[in-house]
């Protein structure tokens, strides 16, 4: 097959998180098993327009802010004068509607839709514009397939008037030549782990209203935010309003070995976000040993097994999260069997799975033409 994809981001972008990262693990596998793949996305400070990467062909064009426009207009031109197969159009931010601009079969590829969540991270005018957006997907994408990474993206497209029939549901894999057990000593504090990029709507407070409760019980313990983003100012303010002191710290970014070091001396995962799609840093710490405290919200069901792998609270309830926490950080035999649970569980999250079930579907929808 020859694969056009289209995406806000590519892996490259500083800005690029999960979703980028499933969408190129894909097509790199796809790849390497023979078929071509090119990906349309925006631009970003000192970026090439053009490059390959793991084989694919990447090409950049337009901005982060108008990439909803930008991309369908330049692929509908790139288009004219190049041959593909199908179209995958990964709906992350907003969608392309790349239906409008080709006959070729479109796969809109969804991590997850935002609904109402994303008025917690936008302006009004803003998140109105992405609700609405949203709400044209059903109609435009009509006559296409979906591809969704958890049961919980398939259940909100069901209930926006998704037929089923279109809709496969295909889970992530995980690279686990990075993510892996390295069978070190834990830290003599107990230290517990808010991983991803740092977003209002991801409600990282409420894992530090948390900690303000585990450190009344557990008077060593300490959260240990890891990544960075454009919240991150506003949070080591409310840190300070919380008298948090040597109990957080902000890491920021980190190396990927430095990461995965990190994640294999610490004891717990905190995941307070309201939804997301799977849950990508929940199964990375899963294969680090790592249990996990999460909100019982879309995504995050999916990814972590209740009472196996962690526990899921009620989001935005910071002693939910506090008891949950003291519950697994004091009782060792829980903790153990849980670390356990998280190591069996990942083994079969591949992405050459991932790849592999994802041409099966690509190549059923072209015979199905």
């Known amino acids: 097959m020859n694969i056009l994809a289209v995406n806000w981001r590519d892996i490259k972008n500083p800005e690029a998180g999960g979703a980028e990262v499933h969408l190129h693990e894909i097509l790199a596998h796809l790849v390497r098993k023979g078929h071509e ?15 390959r990467i793991d084989g694919i062909r990447i090409i950049r064009r337009g901005h982060w802010f108008d990439a909803n426009f930008t991309l369908p207009l330049f692929a509908r031109r790139h288009l004219l004068h190049n041959s593909y197969d199908v179209i995958l159009e990964d709906i992350n931010k907003l969608p392309f509607f790349m239906p409008l601009v080709t006959d070729i ?11 109402t969540t994303v008025f917690r991270e936008a302006n009004a005018v803003v998140a109105l514009y992405v609700v609405l957006m949203e709400k044209l997907i059903p109609l435009v994408f009509r006559n296409n397939f979906f591809m969704v990474i958890s049961q919980s993206t398939a259940e ?23 993510y892996r057990s390295l069978c070190l000593e ?11 990029r740092l977003r209002k709507y991801k ?28 919240y991150r100012p506003a949070l080591e303010r409310e840190a300070q309003k919380l008298s948090l002191g040597d109990s957080i710290e902000f890491k920021g970014y980190m190396e990927s070995e430095e990461l995965v070091t990190f994640l294999n001396r610490s004891h717990l995962l905190f995941n307070p976000s309201p939804k997301e799609g799977w849950g990508l840093t929940v199964v990375e710490a899963n294969a680090c040993g790592l249990p996990v405290v999460a909100s019982d919200r879309p995504g995050l ?3 972590v097994k209740e009472g196996e792998t962690g526990f899921l609270v009620p ?36 992405w050459e799975r991932c790849a592999r079930d994802t041409e099966m579907f690509l190549q059923e929808i072209l015979s199905k033409r």
Request: net charge negative; aromatic share 6%; hydrophobic share 40%.
């Open 186 to 196: 834990r830290f003599q504090q107990p230290t517990i782990v808010h991983l991803g």
């Open 156 to 178: 909100d497209l069901i209930s926006r008037g998704i037929n089923t029939e279109r809709i496969r549901v295909i889970l992530c894999g995980l690279d686990h030549g990075r």
């Open 301 to 303: 069901r999916d990814s």
């Open 105 to 115: 079969p479109v796969v809109a590829v969804i991590p997850h839709l935002f609904g």
């Open 37 to 51: 793949a090119t990906q349309v996305s925006s631009t970003f400070p000192n970026c090439d327009h053009e490059e």
């Open 315 to 350: 989001y935005g309830n910071d002693a939910a999260f506090a008891d949950k926490a003291f519950q697994i950080l004091t009782d060792g035999n829980l903790w153990e069997r849980m670390s356990g649970n998280a190591l069996n569980r990942v083994r079969e999250l591949t």
């Open 203 to 230: 409600s990282v407070e409420v894992a530090m209203r948390a900690m303000v409760r585990i450190t009344e019980r557990l008077p060593d313990a300490r959260l240990v935010i890891v990544g960075d983003g454009p």
